[in-house]
Nanobody
């Protein structure tokens, strides 16, 4: 049983930066890969980034590559998503998710635990 809580979203202008956080509680002694997904209004859930338990491997969607950075601090039970050069098309609810194994994944159905989401709105 793991609970995930995202924070750090808000209303920003194009070109701004944000750092989203995902804090885990409950059974945090397990080794699990993590991911970030987003859902824009009227659209389905979209993969954003993933990271292995060790933090040694990351993978990004082409649409966010070179602008987004996923990282984690296992001592703090926290995963981060640094977002630079925000674009209006980045507007979405951003969700973090945890797997039940140490590996990353781009597939939403392979994640067991999900946070409630944090809204990112980018104006032009």
């Amino acid at each position: 049983q793991v609970q995930l809580v995202e924070s750090g979203g808000g209303l920003v202008q194009a070109g701004d930066s944000l750092r989203l956080s995902c804090a885990a509680s409950g059974r945090t002694d397990s080794r699990y890969g993590m991911g970030w997904f987003r859902q824009a209004p009227g659209k389905g859930r979209e993969f954003v980034a993933t990271i292995t338990y060790s933090g040694g491997s990351t993978y990004y969607a082409d649409s966010v590559k070179d602008r987004f950075t996923i990282s984690r601090d296992n001592a703090k039970n926290t995963v981060y998503l640094q977002i630079d050069s925000l674009k209006p098309e980045d507007t979405a609810v951003y969700y973090c998710a945890a797997r039940t194994n140490p590996y990353g994944s781009v597939v939403a159905s392979e994640y067991r635990y999900w946070g409630q989401g944090t809204q990112v709105t980018v104006s032009s």
